[in-house]
Each structure stands twice: as C-alpha cells, then as structure tokens.
C-alpha cells in the first residue's frame, strides 16, 4: 500500500530504494511498530546507513528487525525485497546460530570483526559459498543501551576463490615440477583435479585414429576405465571437436544434442552424467585429452571450465618437460659414442650457445665451462676453472643447490633448480639451471639460462600491483569519508546558525552566554574537521584561482614563526616562478599544517625551511604525478624523520603517531586531498634520524595572478529590503538560513526543492536573490542556477554547498561554503549583490 510521505519520513529522504521501500510499509505489525513511533536514535542510524555507498545493514531490537540499504540490498540478491524488515534469524535462518551470536555479543555491547568469514548462503535459491569482512557494532538508544547492531559488510568471495585458485595451481606445478614420467604426472593431476572439483572420475588419455587410451584415471564411487576404448559411436560432432583442440562442455549427457544415442548408451554405461574434455595438444595422428566427469548431470560454472584448462596447461607443460627430459636421457646415454662424429657441431653449439654450459664433477669444480660464463658474469674462464663452483653460489642458495646436485648422483636422474652466482662486479645473477648425469659416475653436465630479466620484470610488476591496492584503498577510503563528511555538513549548518544567533542576540546570563561561546567553538572545530574530511576525500568544494605562491608564502611567514616557536628558525627560500592554480584559502591551510606538522617533528628545536622551485615531470613516475609543469612548494625539517611504514601510512585520515588525543590525523590526509583534487600530488622525503621533506606539487595557471587583496574583511551586511526566495531540501538547514535572512530585513519566501521554486516563480514571484543548496533530490542547486540564467537573466543566485559533486557548480556562480555564521552569509550576499548592480 503506498503512503503519503510525512513529516514522519524525512529521515528517509534521499536513501534511494530501500528508503522508499520503507516509507511505504506498514510498520505497525513488526517489533518496530509504526513508523512515526520510530525513536530518533533509530531514525538517525537509519538516515545514515541509507546514504552509504558501502553495504550496510542494521539488526534492531531483541529480534533484530533488519533494515538495509541499497548497496545491502545487491549483495541480498533474491532475497531483496523479502527480506527488509524481516527477523534476522527467520531471514536467514542457514546462519541463524552465527547471527544469534551477532545479537548477544552486540546488544551486550561489544563488537566483532571477522576477515574473509565464510559462510553458506541461499542468495539465488541455490547454496552459495561466500566470503566476507564484517565489523559489527551496537547502536546505542536513546538511555544510552545497546538498541541494535550495526554491520558493515564487504563481499571478498572473488578474492578469496582467485587466492585459492592460485594457490591450487601453484601448489599443483610445484607438484609435478619433480615428476619426470607422463604417467606419475597425470596420475597426480588428475587425483588433485578430481579432489578440487568433487569429480566422479579424472583421467588423461591419448587418442588416435578413433581410439582412446586411459592409462590410469582418478575415481570416486565409479569403476576405473583404465584400458583402450573406441570413440566412433560418440558421433562426428564429438570427435571433430576433438580434432580441431576444442573444449568439450556437456552438462546433461540425455540431453546434449550433441550425443547420439549410442553415445548417450555408452557414456551412461560408464557411469557419465556431464563431463568437461580439454585438448592439451596435438601430435600426427595424435590427441592429448584431459576429462573430468561427474556422474550425474551438473552445470560446471565457468571457473570450473577455465581451471580444467588452466590444470590442462600445465599438465601439457610438464608432459612435455617430461618427454624432453627424457630424450636428454636418452641423448646423454649416446652422447660417449656420437662425441667424434658430431665434436665440430658440439663445439660450436657450445662457443654460440646464449646459455652457461659446463662439465663438472661431484667434488666441486668444473672441468669445462662455455664462452657465455664469461659474457654473462664477467670471470674469465681460468678463474672459473680454479676454485670450486659453490663459491660462486651465493651463501643463500649453497645449501639446496648442493643437495640437488648430490640427489642427483644418488638417483641418476636429471633435475632442475635455480640459485644465485656471484659476478665479477659483486652482483649477482638469477640462473635456472637444467643437470643431468654422466654415465662415468663422476661428472655431470649443466645448462644455465639467465633469468634476471623476467625476475625484474616480475619484481616491477609486483611494485605496480601494490600501488594499485594502496590507490584502490585510499579511494574506497575517500568516497565513504566524502559522503560521511557531507552529512555532517547538513547537521552542522543549522547547529552553528543557532548558536551564532543567540551570541549575536545576547541571549541568556553571562554564564549561559559563555556555554554557548563554548559550543560555538566546538561547532567551529567541528566545521574544521569535516573540512579536512572532505579535503581529503577530494569532495570539498574549491575555487582554484591563479595563486602567487611566492606572495602567500611571505604573507604566512610571520603566522608560521609564531606558531613554530623560537626554538625554531624559519628559512625561505623562493625562486622566480609562474602562478600556481591553488584555492588560496586552502593552500595558507595546506602550508600551515606542513609547518606544524615539521615543529611537532622537532621536539627539541631545529630549522624549518620553505622553498618553492618550478618543475616539469616529463613522464609519469612512481610517486604517481602526471606529465605536465608544476611549483613545488616545499617544507623540510631537521627532525626525527620516518621510516618506510610510517611514510606509507601517513596521508590515511586518522593516521597519528602524536599519541591519543594529541591530533586527528586528518592534516596530511587533508593536504594530500587538496592537492590531487587540483591534478597535483604530494610527496615525502624522509629517512629517521634525517629529517622530512613534504612536498605540495601544484599546476602551473594558465592565466595570471590577480593583484587585488584576495583577504580583505567581510563586506558590511546586505541591507535586504526585499524579497529573498530560499531552497533546501533539509528543514532545520533551511530554518537556520531563514533566521539569518529574515535578521538582514529580507522577505523570506521558503522552497524544499528546485522544482517547488520554479513553480513560485513561474505563479508570479519576484525575488531580488535567491538562495539555494545544491546536492537536492531532483533538480540540483546547479542546475537550478543555470536554468535561471536563461529564464531569470539578472537575477542573482548564491549557491550554498559543503561538497564538490561530479556535475560540479560552475566557476562563474558565487557559492557559500556550509556551515556558515551570519556574518559569513552577509558577507556573501553583499558580494553578490555589489556584484550585480555593477554588473
């Protein structure tokens, strides 16, 4: 049944469809009761999850009735919309002893944080395994209990499966990397293959000329087909796919159009229901097949289908490797025999070769060693020949090597490995070594190839993975700190307006008048911390301008040696340069809290100096700035400095290490955010015991500086004496700015909308300014302003913001930050007005 929206639903303004899902149910059956009864403890929790981007979902009351938000609702799946508003326990009752744990510990107080906690859940009607982080929390009521408990939830399933995966499959090749028959290395893959996918039958085979050959196979609950088979009643499709390397998925043997009656006989014969067939390769008259089985029907899912390809890879790698091992057996066997026919052509496959070949013996020294030693390491071939080859492994890799080596003389066999020889610089050289046995007992021989390359290329690769974690981090980071920030916002505006008024009012006794300086200040420290959240969320509104960084550095350097101390020496240190692209205000900030961040780093005194030079970054590099012309404004202390850990944590908000209450750990965060919202970047240079440089990258201008005082006092207040039309979706918002208004002698006609305004002005209303948010449901304040500019040419429109949106606010707008105080509202208003009468 749809309802009415009431004063009733506010909070649920703007929480997507599950708000309205909420707003348009009948509470009054469930524990919470209806919703007008709603306590604001749950109102204002419930407001909050709504807007997060995050899945989040609240469990409230002894049942934990659940309410969710969208984001929730995706990871729900078929069982959204069912669910919202449901017990916890009837809701998912598969979980239900790990949730009725949730609740006792939550409503108790505590909270519980689980990484990676796997579970099994009916999302699609079917059994899923998942995995998941969870941080839950109670949610305190109005007597200050526990009167539900909050979650926070982030699906790591496809993590988790890709790191097992990986982890199968490395494990798998290191356990055929040994194995030097095909027979031991199918027999293996297909016993590990089968046990991963729960198959009732693995095997490899070969087949030729219509014949298929299983040597061995891997069986559960289905008798062995080892032995020879003929395939000609599966049919033309089937073996055609077989010559061609196709994949061969079938999921239902009765079903499959594919299969002929016979074949379908013969496969159900053999206790078949789906099978997955993959061609490793391709010989003359020959095919390499690798099948899994199970005997009933089954849909494999695609990464089923690409692990059997993956395994089948490698088992093709290691067969192979297995049967080139073995005609290098065979190879060295004749080798004595062939030497003086073929002496020429081994001599000059040894004087070409890329790769290090020698002659050694089990005691320890080569006997022979080929022109590559000398190119790749730099010894000569004398000094190879004189001392012993462990001494040229490094002390690391002696061990194992000589192990393999000594395995080797006990079992015959070639083996392969891989260690670390010394150059004759003092490097050292990654080398993948294939031995193998000589028939005299004594000697081996031993190729080496290079792998320098491809570990570095490993290494680099490895380097870029890790940024891109960290970079993937930091943004999931920002966008919830932006949006948490943005609320704040909203809740600030009407606390600091109040507040603001009863000081301008002189309102209460000298005492009451001092609490409410008091909280006015605490809302000012609030402002500044939802400043630095968005700052470093990238979400806080700028006016980026062209910037004299030489002039604000000159302009701050008296604020700064104050602050500082006189333990503290100030040095300055400014080179020609062009004008930087910088919010001013913001920037005196940025620069403010690298100072204070250097004296806190110096104790005991030291020097601060500030330098600020021109530099061009020719191509992106790894501290992440883009190509392009930059002013480097720079801070460098003589302080403790850093170590690696703490300069890779130390642009995460809330990251300290001045001790609990002693700093919110926003400053650097807030820096960074600054200076990546303008296209610039921000490096530290640090080693402890060595100081610390911090460094603000910012964009050259493209235009000039503008000479006037950008800091000149609030203009006097706007004389109103008309009529002010004022639009905000947020009722306490827009009573705050209203109040404000109404004192500035303006006529205040009220909008809680950008449509509901167009409609006043379309009736007949004639404002002389308008004042209105931006981020509104519907038509945003930009839009609105722009729709203005061609209807209501003239017409001036002050924008009232605390968040920078995608679709932005156009440069040209005037805009007042939230929150604000009266004076800061007037100040704009007679701006603006000033602005459009000279206009």
Known sequence: MHRTPDAAHDFLTGGGACARLIGERDWSATPLGPIATWPQSLRTATAILLRSPVPIVMLWGEAGVMLYNDAYSAFAGGRHPELLGSEVRLGWPEVADFNDNVMKVGLAGGTLHYHDQEL??????RPEQVWMDLDYSPVLDESGTPGGVICILAETTERVAS????????????????L????AITRLAAERLGERLDASRVFYAEIVDGRMTVACDHARGVASIVGDHSLEAFGPDLLGAYRIGTPVVVRDVGSDHRLGAEARTGLTERQVGAFIDVILFEGT??????AVQSATPRVWTAAEESL?????????????RARAEEGLRRLNETLEEQIALRSAERDRLWTLSQDMLARADYAGMMSAVSPAWSRLLGWTEAELLARGYASFMHPDDQAHTLAAIGRMAETRRPTRFENRIATRDGGWKDIEWTVAPEADGVNFVAVGRDLSDSKAREADLEVAREALRQSQKMEAMGSLTGGVAHDFNNLLTPIVGSLDMLVRKGIGSDREQRLIGGALQSAERAKTLVQRLLAFARRQPLQPTAVDV?????SMTGLIGSTLGPMIEVRVDIADLPPAKADLNQLEMALLNLAVNARDAMPDGGALTISARRESVRERDVRGLARGHYVRLSVRDTGVGMDAETQRRAIEPFFSTKGVGKGTGLGLSMVHGLAAQLGGGLTIESAPGQGTTMSLWLPISAIAVNREDASAEFLPAAQGLGTALLIDDEELVRLSTADMLADMSYVVVEAASAEEALQLLDAGLTPDIVVTDH?????SGAQLARALRHSHPGLPVLIVS??????????????????????????????????????
């Open 120 to 125: 099994t859940l009916y999302r699609h009607g």
């Open 802 to 839: 605390g968040y920078a949106e995608e679709d932005g606010i156009d440069a040209a707008i005037p805009r007042l930050t939230k929150p604000f105080r009266n004076a800061e509202l007037a100040a704009s208003l007679s701006a603006l007005t000033a602005s459009a009468l000279g206009g």
């Open 285 to 290: 008259g020959r095919v390499g097949l690798l």
């Open 163 to 178: 790191e097992r995966r990986t982890a199968f499959l490395l494990a798998l090749a290191d356990a055929l990397r040994p």
């Open 308 to 320: 059997v390809q993956e395994v089948g890879e490698r088992v093709k790698t290691a067969v192979e």
């Open 550 to 554: 030489a002039r604000v550095v000159d």
């Open 180 to 183: 030097d028959t095909p027979d």
């Open 775 to 779: 981020l509104m449901s519907g038509m």
